[in-house]
């Protein structure tokens, strides 16, 4: 399971109330690395979690501060992988407000500790990570050979105000997971199409978990209403073959078919979500769906093992 959440202490000290969901069950498991964790994933037959620091991460601190707060959580977290030897690998909490000290953090848990990748939470700075500054991450992941996981954050302000803020307060769930969490990273993964960084980087590969954020069902639509006129395979073609999904939090039968028809079952991933979503539904959820065991086998971890080198 790859999309599997905590909180590092130092990081979630900078985080408001609000976004630290203080004082919930979901708090506490994000705190715990150690003992309820490996027990629910035992209860759950999960054999590995890839740990990442959950949202909104570093991406909103300054520079300097991002740098050195990411450093100190990644070397937490591989004293935490250590202490539990065979459970855990990590993604590395990226300081994308410094795209070179990201793309140096990147190669050195990669390098030092055998981390799986990066993750970035959203905007940094209230920019899309494929704006041409931040490039040398995946310059250096290409390198590597290590994806990217884009993983959601809070949409911009200025969309807040204008898409949801007369629902905020009745349906505060609209802006994260319920639809602005969907919105602000499907047009990530379309702008990281339409920027051309696939071109400059042709090996790089990066993950949008959920399912996709709902991309695959509209994967013809928008590449037919991009290249009207020219060649309507373009979009679709780079995204397939640059791309790789998870089933974190979105255990649909209907998104999976429809997943599974536009991307194959070569690119997608069984991820959880966890703590958000708990372990056990969703390990029932695959177990049960409509697959052949070659499938689920894939999804379950060989697509995992392959991606992630494990």
Known sequence: ???????????????????????????????????????????????VQVLSQGAPSVQGLDPETAVALAKAANDRLEETIQRHP????????????????????????????????????GLTGGEF?????????????????????????????????????????????????????????????????????????????????????????????????????GDNSAFRDTFKEHVHITTSGNFSDPAMICSMMEMGTDRIMFSIDYPFVMNTPAVDWMENISLSPDDKKKLFATNAEKLLKM
């Open 1 to 47: 399971a790859l999309e599997e959440h905590y909180f590092d202490p130092e990081i979630a000290a900078r985080f408001s109330e609000k976004q630290g969901f203080a004082g919930t069950p979901i708090r506490d498991r994000l705190d715990d690395v150690d003992d309820r964790r490996i027990r629910e994933m035992d209860e759950a037959g999960i054999d």
């Open 86 to 121: 065979g459970r855990y690998a990590g993604f590395t909490a990226l300081p994308t407000p410094d795209p070179k000290g990201a793309a140096d953090e990147l190669e050195r848990c990669v390098t030092n500790y055998g981390f799986k990748g990066g993750m970035v939470h």
């Open 129 to 229: 990570i494929d704006v041409p500054k931040f490039w040398p991450i995946f310059e250096r992941a290409e390198q590597l050979g290590v994806p990217i996981y884009l993983h959601p954050s809070m949409p911009h302000p200025d969309v807040i105000k204008a898409y949801y803020a007369d629902y905020v307060e009745k349906y505060p769930g609209i802006l994260t997971a319920g639809w602005g969490f969907t919105v602000e990273t499907a047009t990530q993964g379309v702008r990281m199409v339409l920027s051309g960084v696939f071109d400059e980087y042709p090996d790089l590969q990066v993950i949008i978990g959920h399912l996709g954020e709902g991309l695959p069902f509209l994967l013809w639509r928008i590449s037919e209403s991009i290249s009207r006129g």
